[in-house]
């Protein structure tokens, strides 16, 4: 039997798991991630909902209002994607579909953090457009959202890109390529 090995993860072991054993590992780790995501989430979506019970609240003006609405209805879609792999997994439990249903969790949660910026970037926008105006709101709203796509999209596809490369160059003494699971 093959061994597999790679320099970025020379600590573990080989793994030798089913189809069904890596959906399970990869379901887990899913919802590890979610579990980070969904607190940020509903910490956002609790503090959006006090907002609309202050006593400044009736002062926003139109487009203070409109940022409010939307960023909390981005806020509720977020929680609602980052909940959805638990309602698929509830649907296909027990139907040997967990290969499937981690494909859709993982599509799911990405689609979750596309949401998530916006919101977070919203949120900004108003409580600096309130605090110093509305340029300074623009400015940190847009600094946010490039941040976030910084960190969130581009820093996990370069190191990708480099975990690629190091795979590429690491050739185990057998000669075989090494490849992650």
Sequence with gaps: MAENHSSSAEDEPPRHETRFERADRNFSEILQELRVTQAGVQILFAFLLTLAFTER????????????????????????LFTAPAAVHRSLFGRRAKPLIVRVSSRLAGLGLVVLVFAVSGAVLLVVD????????????????????????????????????????????????????
Excluded: H, M, N
């Design 57 to 80: 609240f009736p002062s926003l003006d139109t487009t203070q209002r409109a940022t409010y609405v939307s960023t909390l209805l981005l806020a509720v879609l977020a929680a609602a």
């Design 130 to 181: 309130v605090a110093v105006g509305r340029t300074g709101g623009i400015i940190a709203s847009a600094g946010t959202l490039v941040a976030c796509a910084g960190l969130w999209g581009l820093l996990p596809l370069l190191v990708r890109r480099a975990a690629d490369k190091d795979r590429e160059s690491d050739t185990p003494d057998d000669g075989r390529r090494s490849r992650l699971r």
